[in-house]
């Protein structure tokens, strides 16, 4: 079996994105971010670029899920881990994913 987990903050609330934001705004929070979290520091490291590209994979997944048919709700997707294993451990991790709704 496997399990879709969507980690979020407990003060923002689920369901937000950085690529809603303007890019002056995702760039401070990445950064207060990465200032609380050492790890994700490391994976965020330089915010310009990690934004410039996020924003083109994401601007790509969007075209290709309207010429699949959908009619996405919002510009920005969800993101999320796709897992093996209930508690999301490492053993069981299968890939990072993002998705649309109608």
Do not use: C
Request: hydrophobic content about 35%; charged content about 25%; proline content about 3%.
């Amino acid at each position: 079996m496997y399990y879709l987990y969507h980690y979020f903050e407990k003060e923002r609330g689920p369901f937000l994105n950085l690529s809603a934001l303007n890019d002056d705004e995702a760039i401070q929070l990445l950064t207060d971010f990465s200032a609380k979290n050492r790890k994700m520091a490391r994976d965020f490291n330089g915010h310009e670029q990690y934004m410039l590209k996020r924003r083109i994979v994401e601007k790509r997944a969007h075209s290709m899920f309207i010429r699949k048919g959908g009619n996405p709700q919002r510009q920005a997707p969800y993101y999320g881990i796709f897992s093996r294993l209930r508690n999301s451990g490492k053993a069981g991790f299968v890939g990072k994913i993002f998705w649309y709704i109608n």
